[in-house]
């Protein structure tokens, strides 16, 4: 049988990823000293780093029976898989901003909001009953209401700086967001006993 399969999150999420499986005890010399490898061994699992929605789809096809990934990402790009656990690191939250000092809800106009997150934006406007126009922007979503393509932004907020020093301010909070370990449907079947030490041995560690 193949090892245990774990995919991370490339960026933000990798080094308290790492640090995470340091404190359980793994070898993760390999995995800090990476180059550019992508798929690299610790202790008797292999670990695989990939983009946040690239980690949803190798865990959803069974290609990695274990990720970890943002709340954000979930909440956007998918659902079938077991999510398990949450780890309580890279926390922010997902936020309605808009113009320091524009109202916007004020009047009957369409209203445009630009998102790296279309699908949260929808859903958060929908529970409103409000028919908003949403437009998809890739990152640095902040650019959209300044340039006079969006009159908000959905998008995640942390520390609140970028919001602040591009004169934007929250207008709603909408969601809570922090790492997640997410599983694969049959690898929780048929790899059970692997899968449940592992994920007891980092609610252990986060706790700590
Ligand atoms: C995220 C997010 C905000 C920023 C929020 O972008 O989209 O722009 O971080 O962080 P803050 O509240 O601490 O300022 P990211 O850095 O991932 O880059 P991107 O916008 O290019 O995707």
Known sequence: ??????????????????????SIGFDCA?????GRRLILPM???????????DVITYVEHGACDIGIVGKDT???AGSAF??????GFGKCRFALAALKGSDFYDGYHERVVASKYPKVAKQFFEKKG???????????????????????????????STIRENGLEVIEEIMPISARVIVNRASMKL???EIEQLLKDMEIAVQV
């Open 130 to 160: 409000m028919d908003v126009r949403v437009i998809k922007i890739e990152g640095s979503v902040e650019l959209a209401p300044l340039l006079g393509l969006a009159h908000a932004i959905v998008d995640i907020v942390e520390t609140g």
């Open 74 to 76: 979930i909440a956007e």
């Open 191 to 193: 790899r059970r006993e």
């Open 1 to 22: 049988m193949r090892p245990i399969r774990i995919a991370l999150t490339k960026g933000r999420l990798e080094k308290r990823s790492v640090e995470l499986f340091e």
């Open 82 to 87: 077991y999510e398990m656990l949450d780890l």
């Open 30 to 34: 390999q995995l800090i000293n990476k």
């Open 43 to 53: 202790d008797d699992y292999q670990v695989v780093l990939a983009k946040a929605a």
